[in-house]
């Protein structure tokens, strides 16, 4: 009876050591991210005292109609960019991971990780521009009479064409992040709820939720702030209003105007005080996800 007693601890013991080993590879390149993210805020936060009184700044940017508008665009084309990423790529990883494990056919989702984002940007407008391949092949099987005809997807005013070039982007990502866990799931909970009755949503919930739960946070976050903050992509294929709050930035810190460039400090600043914040929330809540999991809870 001890000697079976003492197997689970022993295992128990040899998992969080594994887990303390694993902290102590990743502390090296946290520290150092985490170190560069706070320089580039203290950076912001000094340049934007040295132009005025940050409080001030602040309001004179709340203040601007231009500012709201291209704040709400931006979280709109950034919240649907990474929810539709997210789904596709934890439904690509579940279809060649989750039972028959097809890496040969996984390996398809990573050659667009190899293409820089403002080359998939130019593939997007080559593809699906009044002018692009998608335009002229409609055209030709007589779908319609000219290019005029075919919807405007890219430099339109709703940002279908960002939407396209991000998600055709990171769905490989959510591939890369997810398939880890679908390698080494237990299927045990599946069976058991497949066993009971339960349909394919019920064994997704309860099966396959509670594993990827955390991973999805996460990655969710990196997408989320990545999107919301990147300029080049946005400036191939976004229309020139509404625009991308890494535009608008970029166009106060570069612009003729002088006075609007503390307006890129202060928000360059926020928002990378904001994302800090979510980042160390979402550390928070997603150890204590993992925790429960090795428990079995």
Same mark, same amino acid.
């Given at each position: ?24 590879? @990743? ?8 170190? #560069? ?48 990423? @997210?789904?596709? %790529? ?13 890496? %040969?056919? %996984? ?29 002229? #092949? ?10 005029? *005809? ?13 939407? @396209? ?18 390698? *080494? ?37 990196? #997408? ?11 400036? #191939? ?21 002088? *006075? ?38």
């Amino acid at each position: 009876m001890q000697a079976m007693q003492s197997g689970p601890k022993t295992g128990g013991k040899m998992k969080l050591f594994k887990g303390k080993s694993m902290i102590a590879m @990743l502390l090296p390149a946290l520290l150092v991210t985490a170190g #560069l993210s706070f320089y580039a805020v203290a950076v912001l936060w000094t340049r934007l005292g040295a132009e005025g009184n940050p409080l001030v700044v602040l309001n004179d940017v709340a203040s601007l109609p231009s500012f709201w508008e291209s704040l709400s665009f931006s979280l709109g084309v950034t919240a649907v960019s990474t929810v539709l990423s @997210l789904g596709i %790529g934890v439904a690509a990883s579940k279809l060649l991971f989750g039972k028959k494990r097809s890496a %040969g056919a %996984g390996a398809l989702f990573w050659i667009p990780m190899a293409v820089p984002h403002f080359v998939g940007a130019y593939l997007v407008i080559w593809f699906f521009s009044q002018s692009g391949w998608a335009a002229s #092949l409609t055209q030709q099987l007589g779908w319609i009479d000219n290019r005029t *005809e075919f919807p405007i997807l890219t430099n339109d005013t709703s940002g279908i064409g960002i939407v @396209l070039s991000y998600v055709w982007k990171e769905v490989p990502f959510v591939v890369l992040m997810t398939a880890p866990v679908y390698l *080494e799931m237990n299927n045990s909970v599946k069976h058991a709820v497949a066993t009971l009755g339960g349909g394919s949503f019920r064994k997704f919930k309860d099966g396959e939720w509670p594993y990827l739960k955390a991973v999805t946070l996460e990655t969710g976050v990196i #997408l989320f702030a990545f999107v919301f903050g990147a300029f080049e992509v946005p400036g #191939l294929v976004g229309a020139t209003r509404p625009e991308m709050i890494g535009v608008t930035i970029f166009e106060w810190y570069s612009g003729g105007n002088w *006075e609007e460039r503390p307006y890129a400090y202060a928000v360059s600043a926020w928002t990378g005080v904001v994302f800090i914040i979510l980042s160390a929330l979402l550390m928070w809540y997603t150890r204590r996800l993992r925790i429960r999991i090795w428990r079995g809870e």
